[in-house]
């Protein structure tokens, strides 16, 4: 069954950063595309940033120029490098595999600080 383990969000300043990392088990990661997705209190989930798996980024044009997906098929795992982080940014990201299916990580909780 496919999991996806993530880490690295935490409480972190206005205008510092944070790499979010989240490891794949059980999945086809490194055929399938991976996504960072992001949730406002109150909002749906909204998409952030996309990876293919040959490499190939997209954005939502608010994190543009700041934020960086890759990943490493090697391990099995997609990072989201969030840099010129802002209070704005505060929400719950989830790892995400876009297959036949969609599948989840748990999410894990990024606050930016002012």
């Known amino acids: 069954q496919v999991q996806l383990v993530e880490s690295g969000g935490g409480l972190v300043q206005a205008g510092g950063s944070l790499r979010l990392s989240c490891v794949a088990s059980?999945?086809?990661?490194?055929?399938?595309?991976m996504a960072w997705y992001r949730q406002f209190p109150g909002k749906q989930r909204e998409l952030v940033a996309r990876?293919?798996?040959?490499?190939?980024?997209s954005y939502i044009d608010s994190v543009k120029g700041r934020f960086n997906i890759s990943r490493d098929n090697a391990k099995n795992t997609v990072y989201l490098q969030m840099n010129s982080l802002k209070p704005e940014d505060t929400a719950v990201y989830y790892c995400?595999?876009?297959?036949?299916?969609?599948?989840w990580g748990q999410g894990t909780q990024v606050t930016v600080s002012s």
């Open positions: 995400a595999q876009i297959s036949w299916n969609l599948y």
């Open positions: 059980g999945s086809i990661f490194s055929i399938a595309d």
């Open positions: 990876i293919s798996s040959g490499g190939r980024a």
